[in-house]
Nanobody, 127 residues
Framework: QVHLVESGGGSVQAGGSLRLSCVVA????????MAWFRQAPGKEREGVAV???????TYADSVKGRFTVSRDNAKRTLYLQMNSLKPEDTAMYYC?????????????????????WGQGTQVTVSS
């Protein structure tokens, strides 16, 4: 059983920064691949970034150079540092998880390949 809880969303002006957190509650010590997705009103959910069990990270082109993913395994927390925010970054942000074998690589941002999802945290960027 895996439970994900996001936090850190809010309202910010264009050019500002926010850091999102996703705490992973699990009754196992399994390794996970984690990802951030977002969904803007009227649009499909899109992948933002994924981190695999080697801590290799893949970013969507739209956020490269502005967003940074990291995680603290001791705290079982995934982070998304978002800098130079733009109005088009406005969306509900979700973290997602899937099991990954330790040492395996994973870079998919296809939402159907993730098993567990958080409830989301809203990010609003004003111009």
């Amino acid at each position: 059983q895996v439970h994900l809880v996001e936090s850190g969303g809010g309202s910010v002006q264009a050019g500002g920064s926010l850091r999102l957190s996703c705490v992973v509650a699990s009754n196992t010590d399994s390794t996970y691949c984690m990802a951030w997705f977002r969904q803007a009103p009227g649009k499909e959910r899109e992948g933002v970034a994924v981190i695999d069990s080697n801590d290799d990270i893949t970013y969507a082109d739209s956020v490269k150079g502005r967003f940074t993913v990291s995680r603290d395994n001791a705290k079982r927390t995934l982070y998304l540092q978002m800098n130079s925010l733009k109005p088009e970054d406005t969306a509900m942000y979700y973290c997602a998880e899937r099991f990954c074998y330790y040492g395996s690589t994973w870079s998919s941002l296809r939402e159907e390949q993730y098993n567990h999802w958080g409830q989301g945290t809203q990010v609003t960027v004003s111009s």
